[in-house]
C-alpha cells in the first residue's frame, strides 16, 4: 500500500485532528475548537514544510502510534514525549522521515499534557464548516482516533518549500502563570474573592479537557445571589460556577453561557494552560 | 446599553431586554453588511446582550456604537421558517397541568404564537426561541433527561427550543418535528438562525 493515509495503531487516551479552528459560526452555537497549543502546531507545521493551517494530531498524555502507508515526513512536538520509528529511538521536535509501513510511536507526555504530531501534507480529513478540527463538544469534525482508523493525508509540500530545524521551546513551567483582565461580571464577586482570585495558588483538576481547565482551590464568593441570563463566551473566559471553582474556558468551550465571568486570560497564555498536567499549579496575574 | 470590556479583543453590549438586544443585533448585522462596522470575528446575541468578539479596539467601538439610532425591530421584518409539529412530548401532561389547559390544547397554545430565534447555543442549531407569553414559562424538569431525541420540541422558562440532534436535557418536551435543524452541507448550517420568525404548525396525527 503506497497511498497517502495512515493507520492508528494505538490512539491513546485521546487523539483528535486539530487546525486552527471553526470561526464565524458562535451564533450558530458552534465552539471555535481548534489546537490548544497553536504554538506547538506552529512549529511542527514548519518542520515539515506545511503551511501553519495544515491540519494535525493532538495527543493527550499517552500519545498514540500510527503506521503510514506512505513514506512521509512528521514532526513531534508540544508536550515533550519519547519518539521511536519502528522501536528505533527518533528525535521529538524535529523532522523525521518515516517509511511506508513502518510505526511511529508517540510515547507518554514526560512534561505537559498534548503532543503534536504534524505529516508533511496535512491530515486531510474533511473539513466541516471550514475546519478539520475535532470539536468534542458539539461532536463536528472527525471523530476522535480510534485503533484501525484510517485517516488520509494531504499532498506532500514541495520539496523546495522552506525548511527549519528544530526551534528551542520553553517547556512547561511548574507554575503557570497566568495574566488576566478583570470583567465583564467581576461585581458579581466580593472584593474578598478577587484578592483571593489573584494571590492564590490554583490546581488543575483531573476533569479538565478540551472544554476547559478546570481549576481546584479556595472558592471565590459572589457578591450577588441569583442567575445571570445566557451571555456570549470567548476563549480564556474564567466562568466560575456556583461552588465557586474557576473553570478557564478552553478552545472547545460553549459558545453562550449563564455563570459569571470574573476574567478572562490573554490568549497567548492559554497554550500554557492547556499544557498544565492535573496537579499542576496556577496563579492569576492582573495582566498588562 | 451599557458595554462590558470582555478580556483584550472583545465587548460585550448589554441592554434592558429582549426586544431591545434584538433590535440591536439587527442593525449589528446591517452595518456590518453595509461595511459599517469595523472587523468583527463573531457577533453573539444572547438573552440581554451581543457579544463582539475578535474586534480590533473594542473600547473605540463601545464609544461609537453609543452613539448610533437603533429604529425598534419591525415584528414583520426577517425571513419566517415554518416548522410542523406533532404534539405527542412526554410532557404535554404536566406542561397541560402548568398551563391550565386540557393537554389536546398546548399544540393549539404553541402553534398559535409567532416566534423569533432570540439566540443560538447549547448545541449547534439550538436556538432559544422568544414569543411565547409569559404565562406559558414553564420551569426546567427537576431531573434533566440523559437523552432527548433529535427533534424534540422543547419548553423551559419562556423558551422554545428543538434539539437539533440527541443530547441530555432539562427542557419539557411536549412534540416532535421531522425538520432538519443542522445539516453542516447547508448554507447557513442552522434551520433557525438569530433574529428569524418561526411559526410551528400542528400536524395531524
Known amino acids: 500500500m503506497r497511498d497517502r493515509a495512515f493507520a492508528v495503531v494505538r490512539a491513546g487516551a485521546l487523539t483528535t485532528v486539530q487546525d486552527r479552528g471553526r470561526f464565524g459560526h458562535a451564533h450558530l452555537g458552534v465552539p471555535r475548537s481548534g489546537a490548544l497549543d497553536p504554538y506547538a502546531v506552529a512549529l511542527v507545521n514548519r518542520l515539515v514544510g506545511n503551511d501553519g493551517g495544515a491540519a494535525v494530531l493532538e495527543t493527550t498524555l499517552t500519545g498514540c502510534a500510527v503506521r503510514p502507508r506512505c513514506a512521509v515526513t512528521v514532526a513531534v512536538g508540544g508536550a515533550p514525549c519519547p519518539v521511536t520509528v519502528d522501536g528505533r529511538p527518533a528525535p521529538w521536535g524535529a523532522a523525521v522521515r518515516v517509511e511506508a509501513g513502518a510505526v511511529l510511536e508517540v510515547g507518554t507526555a514526560v512534561r505537559g499534557v498534548r503532543s503534536y504530531v504534524a505529516f508533511a501534507g496535512g491530515v486531510a480529513a474533511d473539513p466541516v464548516l471550514g475546519s478539520r478540527s475535532t470539536d468534542l463538544l458539539s461532536g463536528l469534525g472527525p471523530a476522535p482516533l480510534v485503533d484501525g482508523a484510517v485517516l488520509p493525508l494531504g499532498a506532500a509540500p514541495p520539496p523546495d518549500a522552506p525548511h527549519y530545524e528544530g526551534a528551542p521551546w520553553r517547556g512547561v513551567p511548574d507554575e503557570v502563570v497566568l495574566r488576566v483582565r478583570f470583567g465583564p461580571r467581576d461585581d458579581w464577586f466580593t472584593a474578598g474573592a478577587l484578592r483571593t482570585l489573584t494571590t492564590s495558588t490554583y490546581v488543575v483538576s483531573a476533569a479538565s479537557n478540551r472544554v476547559g481547565l478546570r481549576l481546584e482551590g479556595p472558592p471565590l464568593e459572589r457578591a450577588r445571589a441569583g442567575e445571570l441570563p445566557s451571555e456570549g463566551m470567548v476563549l480564556g473566559a474564567v466562568q466560575v460556577p456556583p461552588d465557586g471553582h474557576p473553570v478557564v474556558f478552553l478552545a472547545d468551550h460553549p459558545t453562550t453561557g449563564g455563570y459569571p465571568v470574573v476574567c478572562v486570560v490573554r490568549e497567548p497564555d492559554l497554550a500554557a494552560a492547556a499544557q498544565a498536567a492535573p496537579g499542576a499549579r496556577v496563579r492569576f496575574v492582573r495582566g498588562r | ?205
Open chain 2, 1 to 205: 446599553m451599557r458595554a462590558l470590556e470582555v478580556g483584550e479583543a472583545a465587548l460585550l453590549l448589554e441592554f434592558e431586554d429582549g426586544e431591545e438586544t434584538r433590535a440591536f443585533h439587527a442593525e449589528l448585522l446591517r452595518r456590518r453588511a453595509a461595511g459599517a462596522l469595523p472587523p468583527v470575528r463573531e457577533i453573539v446575541p444572547a438573552a440581554r446582550t451581543v457579544l463582539l468578539d475578535g474586534v480590533a479596539d473594542p473600547g473605540r467601538l463601545a464609544v461609537e456604537a453609543a452613539r448610533w439610532e437603533v429604529p425598534p425591530l419591525d415584528p414583520r421584518e426577517g425571513p419566517v421558517v415554518e416548522v410542523p409539529v406533532r404534539y405527542d412530548g412526554p410532557d404535554l401532561a404536566e406542561v397541560a397541568a402548568l398551563w391550565g389547559v386540557a393537554p389536546g390544547e398546548v399544540g393549539r397554545v404553541h402553534a398559535g404564537v409567532e416566534y423569533r430565534v432570540a439566540f443560538c447555543g447549547f448545541a449547534p442549531g439550538f436556538g432559544y426561541l422568544t414569543g411565547l407569553p409569559e404565562r406559558y414559562a414553564v420551569p426546567r424538569r427537576a431531573t434533566p433527561r440523559t437523552a432527548v431525541p433529535a427533534g424534540s420540541v422543547a419548553l423551559a422558562g419562556p423558551y422554545t427550543g428543538v434539539y437539533p440532534r440527541a443530547s441530555p436535557g432539562g427542557w419539557q418536551l411536549i412534540g416532535t418535528t421531522d425538520a432538519v435543524l443542522w445539516d453542516t452541507a447547508r448554507e447557513p448550517a442552522a434551520l433557525l438562525t438569530p433574529g428569524s420568525r418561526v411559526r410551528f404548525t400542528e400536524e395531524g396525527v
